[in-house]
């Protein structure tokens, strides 16, 4: 460092020495004539609860008591710290001019200021002050600090949940009025504008007399004067309200409630909220509706319908219910629902258990009426829940089916005697053709005896007239066995298994006499189905031999194929037979209708064919053209694998 700044250094150090010293010395005297002022003597600073402290005029602390030491966080007696090095950098203008303020009108109230403490910690304090004059001019100030930090903080949330508190009024879904005891408007929201078609914002209607505006409102409602006397009667009885329901001109519902506001037993206010009711309204009387509809229903329908608790004890029980039991509902209600019913006690825990899993139930009983007669009913029960979800008991639906059981115990009688009598209709038919079969046999063979017996003697015209009698015989007994073959069609239902059609089809095309002109084709493997094996071989071999007995072509064919259906498969037997007209599509499934006579058809061929398919739940129709040729299609279900 050159010389020359060292001295102007020296010089600099030297002044602000001098200027030190200046100032200590008058800050000394201003302190000795402070404790020579009437007022300096007069006040007692150490005495002073509040924090008190004396400043000069340039903010240097020249008393101060223990409560200020506390506040301002001094460890010593602080005299001579600049109280102004406390002031934040953004608020040294406001306390200018409150100093300023202080000057010209010597005294300040109430001002607040945050500051920074010499431990870094930031306070907010309240100052009252004034200033200290000897010979009418002003030598220091004087001031009571009191530290308002926590007050104020509390003073901001406070203002901050005042803030969420009208945000939240104001967005409401309910309308909010809120009055004071002269009734004039002190809070109120958009809501209560938007329902009673106020133009104006909530807080424009502060301070309005809510006396004239109902009177003013009164005729959106559909009873004027009743809405306003209603008011008056509330306020008249300051007692809670809640849920009452206003209609309105143009047809909407509101729900009312009302909430008088007392401090200290004495009335402050009147808080009215409004909600709009008229979706649930309309809800409501939907509901009473659908709730009558089904009343109706459940009584037309002679349903009986119980509630009971948890305990089993009758709540509730509707009149069909009383009318079925033959007791009155004094007798019913508050009784254990078990004592009416004979329930065996495993399967009562059983059900009692279902209820309580909360699962719903149906299941046949035995009940008691009042008079001692014993009834069929059917019951369904389902939990029954509050509207929280909490199961409060069981609701019972009960349908008397003592004259539907009774018909069931007929009908099992009836089908026992029906089956026995088909068995001996069964018998009958084997004996009654053993019977017929015995007196034609014995017939052919006295003829073929007299033919033997007579040979070389009888002329051509008794031998042909002979051959007739022999051959209507053998047609005879072939019908005969055809009877028999239709009326056993039908029987033995608990015969049926998985039947490969496949197999049966060709053992048939083996044992069959096929003249040679006509062949027999399978175009697909096929399939295994669900029914009697003999009735199925006994299906397709009618078909198969009514192919060939009508196919009048030199040359023949028959082709046997299916189609795969959902639950059963579609066969069809094909051939380029003579054809069906038409008109006897339906004819030729009739017992003993031939198209063709001929001495070995006897016309029922057909007939046990559709008897089988529909023996089996299928059907059967046909498609056909004179010349061209015939098909047959059927049903039959699938294996019971459901697989060819």
Request: contains cysteine; proline residues 2%; aromatic residues 8%.
């Amino acid at each position: 460092m050159r010389q020359d700044e060292i001295d102007i250094l020296k010089q600099q150090l030297a002044e602000e020495k001098a200027a030190r010293i200046s100032a200590e010395t008058e800050l000394s005297e201003v302190k000795k004539r402070l404790d020579n002022t009437e007022n300096g003597l007069r006040v007692g600073c150490e005495s002073i609860i509040d924090a008190y402290l004396i400043m000069d005029l340039s903010g240097n602390i020249l008393k101060m008591n223990e409560s200020a030491r506390n506040i301002l966080d001094f460890n010593g007696d602080g005299i001579g710290y600049n109280l102004m090095s406390m002031v934040n950098q953004e608020d040294l203008e406001k306390v200018k001019t409150s100093f300023k303020q202080l000057l010209n009108e010597g005294i300040i109230t109430n001002f607040e200021l945050k500051i920074k403490t010499p431990l870094q910690q930031y306070k907010i304090v309240q100052i009252n002050g004034n200033i200290l004059y000897e010979n009418g001019s002003p030598v220091a100030a004087q001031g009571i600090i009191r530290e308002i930090t926590k007050s104020k903080e509390a003073e901001e949330k406070l203002r901050e949940s005042e803030d969420r508190l009208a945000t939240v009024i104001l967005n409401l879904d309910k309308g909010i009025l809120l009055e004071d005891e002269n009734r004039s408007i002190i809070v109120t929201n958009n809501k209560f504008c938007e329902f009673f078609k106020i133009p104006l914002q909530p807080e424009e209607l502060v301070g309005v007399d809510c006396r004239n505006a109902a009177e003013e409102a009164k005729y959106l409602f559909k009873e004027p004067e009743a809405f306003v006397n209603r008011i008056n009667t509330i306020i008249y009885n300051r007692e809670v309200v809640t849920g009452e329901e206003l209609e309105m001109v143009d047809g909407r519902v509101f729900e009312r409630d009302y909430v008088p506001v007392f401090r200290n037993g004495e009335l402050k206010g009147h808080l009215w909220t409004y909600k709009d009711f008229t979706v649930r309204r309309q809800y409501r009387e939907t509901l009473d509706q659908e709730r009558l509809k089904y009343r109706n229903v459940i009584t037309k329908m002679n349903l009986g319908l119980v509630e009971v608790d948890l305990k089993d004890h009758i709540i509730v029980a509707n009149e069909n219910f009383l009318r079925m039991s033959g007791y009155s509902a004094e007798e019913l209600i508050g009784s254990d629902a078990k004592n009416l019913f004979r329930f065996d006690q495993e399967f009562f825990e059983e059900k009692r258990g279902n209820r309580d899993q909360g699962l719903t139930d149906s299941y046949e009983i035995k009940m008691i009426t009042k008079r001692g007669e014993e009834r069929d009913w059917l019951v369904s029960v389902a939990p029954n829940f509050d509207s929280n979800g909490n199961m409060i008991g069981t609701i019972g639906i009960h349908l008397d089916i003592t004259h539907v059981k009774s018909l069931e115990r007929e009908k099992v009688d009836l089908l026992g005697a029906l089956e026995r009598s088909n068995n001996e209709l069964q018998e009958y038919a084997h004996i009654v053709s053993h019977d017929l079969k015995s007196p034609l046999r014995s017939i052919n063979a006295l003829v073929s005896w007299i033919k033997d017996d007579n040979k070389g003697k009888l002329d051509a015209p008794t031998v042909q007239n002979l051959g007739l009698i022999e051959t209507t015989l053998e047609r005879m007994e072939q019908l005969i066995s055809d009877v028999l073959a239709y009326s056993s069609v039908g029987f033995y239902e608990n015969e049926k298994e998985p039947v490969n059609v496949q197999e049966v089809v060709q053992d048939l095309i083996e044992i069959l006499f096929i003249p040679e002109h006509i062949t027999v084709y399978i175009l697909k493997p096929l399939p295994v189905v669900f029914g009697h094996k003999t009735k199925i071989q006994q299906l397709f071999q009618n078909l198969i031999s009514n192919a060939i007995k009508f196919i009048d072509k030199e040359k023949g064919f028959i082709y046997i194929s299916f189609e795969e259906l959902d639950e059963a498969y579609q066969f069809s037997v094909q051939d380029n037979g003579m054809g069906i007209d038409k008109k006897f599509h339906e004819k030729i499934f009739k017992v003993f209708h031939a198209l063709k006579k001929s001495h070995d058809s006897t016309g029922i061929g057909l007939s046990i064919v559709q008897k089988i398919v529909e023996l089996h739940h299928g059907k059967i129709w046909l498609e056909s053209k004179p010349n061209k040729g015939t098909t047959f299609f059927f049903t039959l279900k699938k294996g019971t694998n459901g697989t060819a």
